[in-house]
């Protein structure tokens, strides 16, 4: 009996310890070109969910091998969603979920839409830095 629980508490421990090493790091832990690449988030990154702080070093990853003008727009929608209130964020997700649940045709159309109006837009915006 005692075995037994002890077998438990030890596997409970792995467990969690390897849920540890596998969380999203902090942002002290992140490398420089990660820390770079997501700067704008820098003082909300340990506050951000796990989730998120996921997909944000996968495209922090894989930033080095785009093309400058895909990093810009990288850099763009970084500084931009940095910049969102909590409301606004939630506002976003939930247009992007509206928009996944429309038929295609339709999807196609509403991002065309979206499309010109942000090149309208990123006509009149000040340009973003480069990250060095």
């Keep these: 009996m005692v075995r037994r629980f002890a077998l438990k508490s030890l596997c409970i421990a792995l467990l969690a310890a390897s ?75 939930a247009n992007y979920k509206r928009l996944q649940s429309l038929p295609p045709d339709e999807r196609r159309r509403a991002i065309e839409r979206l499309h010109a109006e942000h090149q309208a837009q990123s006509r009149t915006r000040t340009p973003v830095p480069k990250a060095q």
Excluded: G, M
Aim: overall charge positive; proline content about 9%.
């Design 19 to 93: 849920a540890t090493a596998l969380a999203a790091p902090t942002w002290q832990a992140l490398t420089a070109p990660e820390r770079q690449v997501l700067a704008p988030l820098a003082s909300q990154w340990d506050t951000l969910p796990e989730q998120q702080r996921e997909r944000l070093l996968k495209v922090a990853e894989r930033y080095p091998t785009l093309k400058p003008d895909q990093q810009a727009r990288i850099r763009e929608r970084v500084a931009r969603w940095a910049s969102f209130t909590p409301e606004q964020r939630e506002r976003a997700r």
